[in-house]
């Protein structure tokens, strides 16, 4: 039988204030009493913010799936450092109007394209089916479309640049040829493309829709004007942030696209934190300065705290070696500070100037209201609303049980976009993936005297499961035999004094899971030490390195995390139970988007193109966020009823007391927060569009199954057991813990 709280207070009644020299404490203070000067630096760091942040989204860009030290990479600058070669960034595909790509007027159009390329600023290098004396891998099984391979001269950013003018100069037709641009750069080129114009689109829904949502918490414009401010700011300070990294590293598209929403997330929830308690302080019969004081002293030790949850969660992606993830990074940790320097420094010196605006909120009584009662009833009859509820959490995240991990193509983007068009058209009409080819070096001399090996090596090579075709010194082969011989320019291209290079394209099927074909590779006997490059061992190098780091990062999160949630709680129990929810919130994530964008569930509502698998980096990303999000509002309502405890002894009526307070803020926030990731949901990047979707339905589980069933159910069940600590813990706990004021 539950009981009710044993401390009961009228609304009104003033709370005693905080004492002592606490670091927040000072700071209410001092933010009350100073307030001016506050919000005129405030204004001059958002005025610098802004002009930083004008210039950034043209120094942001979609990374390679590249693993930096990996032998593909090594191979990649052999390859390009004795062979003058390598992977070609993106293709042209040529389509006869009439006839095939072998009639004279269609082989003319080709070779004169191929010239007019090699002549265009910022080209290395070019192949083309004409140059390559009729290559069967780079011509549709039915003869009328044929293939033009570039590789562009630079860095990342340089190429992609370039590509970005050259793109629609070779997109054109006439009555001989139509020539259309795809390949994996233009893909990555366009994804970053719609990623930029998402940016903005988001921008011009997420701003006026959080507004309203603000509106109707508060009834008060200026309020609401003011909370929204801090989101604001928030994106502003750390797009600012961003520019600066980019003159150091590498930064993705797609971490403006996690700033808008984070920041605009996190800086309202934070602020709502903040001008709540604020309100309560109103309500108490305190002055505007006071209440400030209080409020920060109060609400701001666990909106730091809450806020270090979620920079723990984010700042472990640095851990992963690859840029795309760091990306992430640098824009949560720069989210996360700059929405807790807006909620804990300039809201409350803009609530010293103006908090006589804001309407007091008299404080629900513990034994009073719907999260009140309905935590009651939950914790009369735990079993019997606590199963349910877990069979329906273990229900949606069912599907998890199916997870797939695959790699990216060119299905990130809708059917439409041009790039997609052209990999739909290679998949439809060309047996192999000539520009997916993966490099073999072979330590054997590129000569004559070679030639015996070379041809015999290249023989096995054809003859491996998922090899359409193997271009060497030495001619080309299918099917364990040569098909013709050496290519024009075979000499300059495949010869070294030290070492040969083969070029193995697999067929269509073996690019999509290419893993087998390299294992296949590398277990053939060679006549020298052998290598492995390309674009296929780049995906399959990244994959094996990123989910190698996977159990470091995700125990460092789960560590770190428990740490925190014991300094504030003074328990073992309660840490352990929180983490525990939170994989199950996760787990009902995964499975939501297993079942939409794996299975393909609702992709025709959707507007996206399934493949059976996920990509593995926007799934860990995913991860992060969510276990952070999730831990921030673990943090809000823990402190609310841990500091009923404190106050009552009565774990139950804590309970009860703790999510009344905190449950309708919590549920807001969860609201506004979800609404944010939801815009995403109009993106054309099938990455943005899973985002959305899964973080939406993170948050809401979240706040309600999770911490409006289990949470109540568990701490039932649990008892004072909930409150447990060793001694010596319990003491270290006591001197160095998270307490309020």
């Given at each position: 039988?539950?009981?009710?709280?044993?401390?009961?207070?009228?609304?009104?009644?003033?709370?005693?204030?905080?004492?002592?020299?606490?670091?927040?404490?000072?700071?209410?203070?001092?933010?009350?009493?100073?307030?001016?000067?506050?919000?005129l630096?405030?204004?001059?760091?958002?005025?610098?913010?802004?002009?930083?942040?004008?210039?950034?989204?043209?120094?942001?860009?979609?990374?390679?799936?590249?693993?930096?030290?990996?032998?593909?990479?090594?191979?990649?600058?052999?390859?390009?450092?004795?062979?003058?070669?390598?992977?070609?960034?993106?293709?042209?595909?040529?389509?006869?109007?009439?006839?095939?790509?072998?009639?004279?007027?269609?082989?003319?159009?080709?070779?004169?394209?191929?010239?007019?390329?090699?002549?265009?600023?910022?080209?290395?290098?070019?192949?083309?089916?004409?140059s390559?004396?009729?290559?069967?891998?780079?011509?549709?099984?039915?003869?009328?479309?044929?293939?033009?391979?570039?590789?562009?001269?630079?860095?990342?950013?340089?190429?992609?640049?370039?590509?970005?003018?050259?793109?629609?100069?070779?997109?054109?037709?006439?009555?001989?040829?139509?020539?259309?641009?795809?390949?994996?750069?233009?893909?990555?080129r366009q994804?970053?493309?719609?990623?930029q114009?998402?940016?903005?689109?988001?921008e011009?829904?997420?701003?006026?829709?959080?507004?309203?949502?603000?509106?109707?918490?508060?009834?008060?414009?200026?309020?609401?004007?003011?909370?929204?401010?801090?989101?604001?700011?928030?994106?502003?300070?750390?797009?600012?942030i961003?520019?600066?990294?980019?003159?150091f590293?590498?930064?993705?598209?797609?971490?403006?696209?996690?700033?808008?929403?984070?920041?605009?997330?996190?800086?309202?929830?934070y602020?709502?934190?903040?001008?709540?308690?604020?309100?309560?302080?109103?309500?108490?019969?305190?002055?505007?300065?006071?209440?400030?004081?209080?409020?920060?002293?109060?609400?701001?030790?666990?909106?730091?705290?809450?806020?270090?949850?979620?920079?723990?969660?984010?700042?472990?992606?640095?851990?992963?070696?690859?840029?795309?993830?760091?990306?992430?990074?640098?824009?949560g940790?720069?989210?996360?500070?700059?929405?807790?320097?807006?909620?804990?420094?300039?809201?409350?010196?803009?609530?010293?100037?103006?908090?006589h605006?804001?309407?007091?909120?008299?404080?629900?009584?513990?034994?009073?209201?719907?999260?009140?009662?309905t935590?009651?009833?939950?914790?009369?009859r735990?079993?019997l609303?606590?199963?349910?509820?877990?069979?329906?959490?273990?229900?949606?995240?069912?599907?998890?049980?199916?997870?797939?991990?695959?790699?990216?193509?060119?299905?990130?983007?809708?059917?439409?976009?041009?790039?997609?068009?052209?990999?739909?058209?290679?998949?439809?009409?060309?047996?192999?993936?000539?520009?997916?080819?993966?490099?073999?070096?072979?330590?054997?001399?590129?000569?004559?005297?070679?030639?015996?090996?070379?041809?015999?090596?290249a023989?096995?090579?054809?003859?491996?499961?998922?090899?359409?075709?193997?271009?060497?010194?030495?001619?080309?082969?299918?099917?364990?035999?040569?098909?013709?011989?050496?290519?024009?320019?075979a000499?300059?291209?495949?010869?070294?004094?030290?070492?040969?290079?083969?070029?193995?394209?697999?067929?269509?099927?073996?690019?999509?899971?290419?893993?087998?074909?390299?294992?296949s590779?590398?277990?053939?006997?060679?006549?020298?030490?052998?290598?492995?490059?390309?674009?296929?061992?780049?995906?399959?190098?990244?994959?094996?390195?990123?989910?190698?780091?996977?159990?470091?990062?995700?125990?460092?999160?789960?560590?770190?995390?428990?740490?925190?949630?014991f300094?504030?709680?003074?328990?073992?129990?309660?840490?352990?139970?929180?983490?525990?929810?939170?994989?199950?919130?996760?787990?009902?994530?995964?499975?939501v988007?297993?079942?939409?964008?794996?299975?393909?569930?609702?992709?025709g509502?959707?507007?996206?193109t399934?493949?059976?698998?996920?990509?593995?980096?926007?799934?860990?990303?995913?991860?992060?966020?969510?276990?952070?999000?999730?831990?921030?509002?673990?943090?809000?309502?823990?402190?609310?009823?841990?500091?009923?405890?404190?106050l009552?002894?009565?774990?139950a009526?804590?309970?009860?007391?703790?999510?009344?307070?905190?449950g309708?803020?919590?549920?807001?926030?969860?609201?506004?927060?979800?609404?944010?990731?939801?815009t995403?949901?109009?993106?054309?990047?099938?990455?943005?569009?899973?985002?959305?979707?899964?973080m939406?339905?993170?948050?809401?589980?979240?706040?309600?199954?999770?911490?409006?069933?289990?949470?109540?159910?568990?701490?039932?069940?649990?008892?004072?057991?909930?409150?447990w600590a060793?001694?010596?813990?319990?003491?270290?706990?006591?001197?160095?813990?998270?307490?309020?004021?």
């Open positions: 039988m539950t009981t009710s709280p044993t401390r009961q207070s009228p609304p009104t009644a003033p709370a005693p204030p905080p004492e002592g020299p606490g670091v927040f404490n000072r700071l209410g203070g001092g933010l009350a009493r100073r307030p001016g000067w506050v919000i630096l405030s204004v001059a760091l958002t005025l610098v913010s802004l002009v930083l942040a004008a210039g950034t989204m043209d120094r942001l860009l979609l990374s390679r799936f590249e693993s930096p030290g990996s032998e593909s990479m090594r191979v990649a600058a052999e390859m390009e450092e004795r062979f003058d070669t390598g992977k070609y960034h993106f293709l042209l595909l040529v389509t006869a109007q009439d006839g095939t790509v072998d009639d004279p007027v269609v082989a003319e159009a080709g070779n004169s394209l191929t010239q007019e390329m090699e002549n265009r600023e910022g080209v290395a290098e070019v192949a083309s089916y004409w390559r004396a009729g290559s069967p891998a780079m011509r549709s099984e039915d003869a009328t479309q044929a293939l033009v391979f570039v590789r562009m001269a630079g860095d990342v950013t340089e190429a992609r640049a370039a590509l970005g003018d050259i793109s629609p100069d070779f997109t054109r037709e006439d009555d001989t040829v139509r020539v259309e641009v795809g390949g994996g750069d233009e893909i990555f994804a970053a493309a719609q990623a114009t998402d940016f903005i689109r988001a011009l829904i997420i701003i006026p829709l959080v507004f309203v949502l603000l509106f109707l918490i508060y009834r008060r414009l200026s309020v609401a004007a003011l909370t929204l401010g801090m989101g604001i700011f928030s994106v502003v300070a750390t797009l600012a961003l520019r600066g990294v980019t003159y590293t590498e930064v993705s598209t797609f971490a403006a696209n996690l700033t808008l929403v984070m920041g605009i997330g996190l800086g309202v929830d602020s709502l934190f903040i001008i709540n308690r604020f309100r309560e302080e109103l309500a108490r019969g305190r002055e505007v300065p006071e209440a400030v004081r209080i409020a920060v002293a109060r609400a701001g030790r666990t909106v730091a705290f809450s806020g270090l949850t979620v920079a723990v969660s984010l700042s472990c992606l640095i851990l992963f070696p690859f840029p795309f993830l760091q990306s992430f990074a640098y824009s940790v720069g989210v996360v500070a700059s929405a807790v320097f807006a909620a804990l420094v300039i809201l409350p010196a803009a609530l010293a100037k103006v908090g605006r804001v309407r007091p909120k008299r404080e629900p009584r513990s034994d009073q209201g719907w999260w009140h009662s935590s009651v009833r939950m914790m009369r735990p079993l609303y606590g199963i349910p509820a877990l069979g329906l959490v273990l229900l949606l995240a069912s599907p998890v049980l199916g997870l797939n991990f695959g790699l990216p193509d060119a299905r990130v983007l809708p059917q439409g976009n041009s790039s997609r068009d052209v990999q739909d058209q290679i998949e439809a009409n060309f047996a192999q993936e000539e520009m997916d080819a993966v490099h073999v070096i072979v330590d054997v001399p590129g000569s004559e005297g070679s030639a015996a090996e070379i041809d015999e090596y023989s096995a090579l054809s003859d491996l499961s998922g090899v359409y075709q193997v271009d060497a010194l030495t001619g080309a082969y299918a099917g364990g035999g040569e098909i013709s011989g050496p290519q024009p320019d000499a300059g291209r495949f010869t070294s004094a030290e070492a040969t290079w083969f070029s193995v394209v697999p067929t269509a099927e073996a690019a999509e899971q290419p893993a087998g074909l390299i294992d590779i590398r277990d053939l006997p060679a006549p020298g030490d052998v290598r492995i490059g390309g674009y296929p061992a780049d995906l399959t190098d990244f994959r094996e390195s990123l989910l190698s780091q996977v159990p470091l990062v995700f125990g460092l999160i789960l560590v770190i995390t428990f740490v925190i949630l300094l504030m709680t003074g328990s073992i129990l309660l840490p352990a139970k929180a983490i525990v929810l939170n994989v199950l919130s996760l787990a009902v994530m995964f499975g988007i297993v079942w939409i964008f794996q299975e393909g569930n609702l992709s509502l959707l507007g996206f399934a493949n059976g698998t996920l990509e593995t980096t926007f799934p860990i990303l995913m991860f992060c966020i969510a276990f952070g999000l999730s831990m921030d509002y673990e943090v809000f309502m823990m402190s609310r009823i841990k500091e009923e405890y404190d009552t002894g009565d774990n009526g804590a309970v009860a007391a703790g999510l009344q307070r905190s309708p803020l919590v549920t807001a926030a969860a609201v506004i927060l979800a609404a944010s990731f939801a995403y949901a109009i993106s054309d990047v099938m990455y943005l569009l899973m985002l959305a979707v899964g939406a339905v993170v948050i809401l589980v979240d706040a309600t199954l999770i911490r409006g069933v289990l949470v109540p159910v568990f701490m039932r069940l649990a008892g004072r057991a909930n409150w060793p001694a010596p813990l319990k003491r270290f706990q006591e001197k160095y813990g998270i307490k309020e004021g």
